[in-house]
């Protein structure tokens, strides 16, 4: 639960958008995948 709430916090930050962290996903506004897909290879996920 927390490493999901500062990984949404961390997007919305690198995409500088909104979002939201719902039960089981991360919204962010606007179509930012080439971002997101960016930060997550980063950070190690695949």
């Known amino acids: 639960e927390r490493e999901m709430q500062e990984l949404a916090r961390a997007l919305k930050q690198k995409c500088g958008v909104g979002g ?3 039960e089981d996903h991360i ?3 606007g179509d930012q995948r080439p971002t997101i897909k960016a930060e997550l290879e980063k950070r190690g996920f695949t």
């Open 27 to 29: 919204e962010i506004q």
């Open 20 to 22: 939201a962290l719902r």
